[in-house]
C-alpha cells in the first residue's frame, strides 16, 4: 500500500509509452546528455541503481509509468535527475551532495 502511495505521489509531479528518442542528427547529443543527467543522479542519490532500495523501485516504477503513458517526457535529457529528484523527494530521501540546477 505505501508503494503504491509512494508511486502515485512521486509520478504526480510527472507526466510521458516507449521512450522517444530524438529522431533528429542531435540523438549523439541527447545520448551524451542522458548519460551525464544519470551520472548526476546516481551522485546525488547513491541508491539510484541499487536493486531492493525503495528510490531505485520508485525510479524504475517512475520510468515505466511515464513510457506508458507520456513517451515524450523523455525528449528531455535530463529525465533522469527529474525522475530521482522527484521520488526522492516523496521518499524524503536527501540528495548525497547539493543539486546543482540543470542546464
Known sequence: ????????????????PAIARPHHKDSTAYTQ????????????FPDYDVPGTSIHQAIQDEIQRQKEINPS????PDWPE???RNCAAVLGIAP????QASK
Do not use: E
Not at 517526457?73 to 528531455?76: G, S, T
Open 33 to 44: 546528455a542522458v548519460k551525464a543527467s544519470t551520472a548526476k543522479a546516481m551522485a546525488m
Open 96 to 99: 548525497a551532495r547539493p543539486m
Open 1 to 16: 500500500m505505501r508503494s503504491i502511495a509512494v508511486l502515485l505521489l512521486c509520478l504526480g509531479s510527472l507526466a510521458a
Open 73 to 76: 517526457y523523455f525528449k528531455n
Open 82 to 84: 527529474q525522475i530521482a
